[in-house]
């Protein structure tokens, strides 16, 4: 990376690490520099949208590949911190029983067999890993063996998603219904509605965020990623001089949707909620909104892009909560006509950075 790439990183840690916590935790709450605990809230949601939006950006900007399902793998990781989370309740629930309350509600005598390991932190901590990289892994290998490509491939991972969104919503499946999992009381047997813990949380999803870049900043700039951006020109020329497509294809599939499925896992115990509206397609269109209003093939833009779309959103469900879905679709017009390099684009006409150069 460029040197302005690693000032922006150590700025980045400073404010995670440093500037954050004081103002949230030091800083009295009368004090016009105090961070309320709404802030962190919403800037550790908007940071885990941004894991999401960088893994957008490693598979469709760097490799061609639009995915409109991305929502279900974000959503997988979070069901599967949340299976923990439900477990950490105890008897603290409405029945008072060591089942979660939608099992005694429906009159389930025993665990489904695949909570088993629910209740220990590391198992679910790979499950988060495991479950959206093996999903992926399967379908991938199907759809990229069958050279299924373009508007096709994204037809078929929004089916997918869609697909999961409705088994999920059906009490049988052991994930809480339409309600899903909520009301959570500790992780780790620390309570999680502490200012503490809601900024421990903070900042692990910042250093998420902030490693992710870095590591996706080395594997775009490796030998890798230039095949992933020739794949994403010319596919045929790659193969014709030798190189798998399949193998490069199907390994940042991979990597994308564990980036998802991690992201989801910090944004359960930070949002205290999981539900099948993750896994709504409207999610998914979103993440590609993010990748494109900040502009795509960047790695920096995504993440802009997730920050400023979904803090106007904040702004907007408040102000005017029944323009938000116009403004949404004007502003993914605008970008598609106007600005196809998205806000970093625009940034770098301005200054004078060219396409070629390095950020």
Not at 39 to 58: N, P, Q
Not at 289 to 301: C, D, E, P, S
Not at 325 to 331: E, M, P, Q
Request: hydrophobic share 55%; aromatic share 16%; charged share 10%.
């Amino acid at each position: 990376m460029s040197l302005k790439s690693w000032f922006g990183v150590l700025a980045s840690l400073l404010a995670v690490l440093v500037v954050a916590p004081v103002l949230n935790l030091m800083v009295p709450p009368d004090s016009v520099f105090h961070m309320s605990d709404f802030a962190v809230l919403l800037i550790g949601k908007i940071m885990c949208y941004a894991i999401c939006a960088l893994a957008m950006d490693l598979i469709w900007g760097y490799t061609g590949i639009l995915s409109l399902g991305h929502g279900l793998f974000f959503a997988l990781g979070g069901y599967a911190m949340g299976m923990y989370l439900m477990r950490q309740i105890g008897r603290d629930g409405q029945y008072q029983s060591d089942m979660p309350d939608f099992m005694v509600f429906l009159n389930w005598k025993e665990f489904p067999w695949h909570w088993a390991g629910s209740d220990s932190f590391l198992f679910q901590a790979a499950m988060v890993v495991l479950v959206p990289g093996l999903l992926a892994f399967i379908f991938g290998y199907f759809a990229f063996r069958s050279r299924i490509k373009g508007v096709y491939f994204s037809i078929i991972t929004q089916a997918m998603t869609f697909a999961a969104m409705l088994l999920f919503f059906r009490n049988e499946t052991g994930f809480g219904g339409n309600n899903g999992f909520t009301d959570f009381k500790r992780i780790l047997g620390i309570t999680i509605t502490t200012p503490q813990m809601k900024m421990f949380l903070f900042v692990l999803t910042g250093l998420t965020l902030i490693g992710f870049f870095v590591f996706a900043r080395w594997l775009i700039a490796s030998k890798f990623g230039r095949v992933l951006q020739a794949i994403r020109d010319a596919e045929g020329r790659v193969m014709f001089t030798g190189y798998d497509p399949l193998r490069y294809k199907l390994t940042i599939w991979v990597i994308s949707a564990v980036m998802c499925g991690i992201a989801g896992a910090l944004y359960v115990p930070q949002v205290g909620i999981i539900n099948p509206s993750e896994m709504s397609p409207a999610a998914s269109i979103e993440m590609a909104i993010w990748a494109a209003v900040g502009g795509r093939a960047t790695l920096i833009g995504p993440i802009v892009g997730a920050f400023f779309v979904n803090g106007a959103k904040s702004w907007f469900t408040q102000a005017f909560p029944e323009f938000w879905l116009y403004f949404l679709g004007a502003l993914f017009i605008a970008v598609t006509l106007f600005l196809p390099q998205g806000i970093i684009g625009l940034v770098r006409k301005f200054t004078g950075h060219k396409d070629g150069e390095k950020a």
